[in-house]
């Protein structure tokens, strides 16, 4: 290679040999720039030798011919004219808009507002043991007392599986919705004690095939309306008032 002029920065040289490096050519720089280098060895020949020529570039390649020309496509024949498209019918007039009619908005009589408590299912009639027993027996339950239980929700229609119940005690409670009508099947009732609940609605018709009956309570619960059950001969009287009809 070629010496590099940059060392010719190097001011401070004292020393300096690079003899017998084969290919390496170039000024010497003993001659140049550096003073008072020991020049022992510092000889590198002659100046580099200049580079050969490079060699000239490939003749162009002849033009090509120029391609034939295309003939000319023969004229396409000018299609027929369409034919006029019939004129559309005019579409017939709107019906002129009828004007809403207003009515006088006519609300029923709102009902008072009964506050329930919140239900806890928890403590339904469903999870007592001595209704799941019933249910389990219904052909030999006679009795079902859960009195004062705090028992909540409402009275499951499967009530009136219990055929053979006779007395159904579930008064000082917490039992709320309206009376099954499947009560009426069971027509071995002879007490039915219901007072003190949140029950509502109207009092079912199908109590009335408890022919066997002799004692109702219902007072004091919220809503529940109907005829009065006192008209059923035989029937103990005390509080089974249930106010006035619906």
């Given at each position: 290679?070629?010496?590099?002029?940059?060392?010719?920065?190097?001011?401070r040289?004292?020393?300096?040999?690079?003899?017998?490096?084969?290919?390496?050519?170039?000024?010497?720089?003993?001659?140049?720039?550096?003073?008072?280098?020991?020049?022992?060895?510092?000889?590198?020949g002659?100046?580099?030798?200049?580079?050969?020529?490079?060699?000239a570039?490939?003749?162009?390649?002849?033009?090509?011919?120029?391609?034939?020309p295309?003939?000319?496509?023969?004229?396409?024949?000018?299609?027929?004219?369409?034919?006029?498209?019939?004129?559309?019918?005019a579409?017939p007039?709107?019906?002129?808009?009828?004007?809403p009619?207003?009515?006088?908005?006519?609300?029923?009589?709102?009902?008072p507002?009964?506050?329930?408590?919140?239900?806890?299912?928890?403590?339904?009639?469903?999870t007592?043991p001595?209704?799941?027993?019933?249910l389990?027996?219904?052909?030999?339950?006679?009795?079902?007392?859960?009195?004062?239980?705090?028992?909540?929700?409402?009275?499951?229609s499967?009530?009136?599986?219990?055929?053979?119940?006779e007395?159904?005690?579930?008064?000082?409670?917490?039992?709320?919705?309206?009376?099954?009508t499947?009560?009426?099947?069971?027509?071995?009732?002879?007490?039915?004690?219901?007072?003190?609940?949140?029950?509502?609605?109207?009092l079912?018709?199908?109590?009335?095939?408890?022919t066997?009956?002799?004692?109702?309570?219902?007072n004091?619960?919220?809503?529940?309306?109907?005829?009065?059950p006192?008209?059923?001969?035989?029937?103990?009287?005390?509080?089974?008032?249930?106010?006035?009809?619906?």
């Amino acid at each position: 290679g070629t010496v590099p002029t940059e060392l010719g920065l190097l001011t401070r040289m004292g020393y300096f040999r690079l003899e017998n490096n084969i290919g390496l050519c170039g000024y010497n720089p003993v001659y140049n720039t550096w003073v008072n280098v020991n020049i022992t060895g510092t000889g590198i020949g002659s100046a580099c030798p200049a580079p050969p020529p490079a060699p000239a570039p490939p003749p162009p390649p002849p033009p090509s011919p120029a391609p034939p020309p295309s003939p000319a496509p023969p004229p396409s024949p000018a299609p027929p004219p369409s034919p006029a498209p019939p004129p559309s019918p005019a579409p017939p007039p709107s019906p002129a808009p009828v004007p809403p009619r207003s009515f006088p908005l006519q609300l029923p009589p709102q009902a008072p507002l009964v506050l329930l408590p919140p239900v806890d299912h928890a403590n339904s009639l469903e999870t007592q043991p001595a209704y799941i027993a019933c249910l389990a027996s219904p052909s030999t339950c006679t009795s079902l007392q859960l009195q004062d239980a705090q028992l909540t929700g409402t009275l499951p229609s499967e009530l009136g599986g219990l055929v053979a119940l006779e007395v159904l005690l579930l008064g000082d409670n917490l039992l709320t919705g309206m009376l099954p009508t499947e009560l009426g099947r069971l027509t071995s009732m002879r007490k039915l004690i219901l007072h003190n609940n949140l029950i509502t609605g109207t009092l079912p018709t199908e109590l009335e095939d408890l022919t066997l009956l002799q004692t109702l309570y219902l007072n004091n619960n919220v809503g529940l309306c109907g005829y009065n059950p006192v008209t059923w001969g035989g029937i103990k009287t005390e509080r089974t008032s249930i106010g006035s009809a619906c």
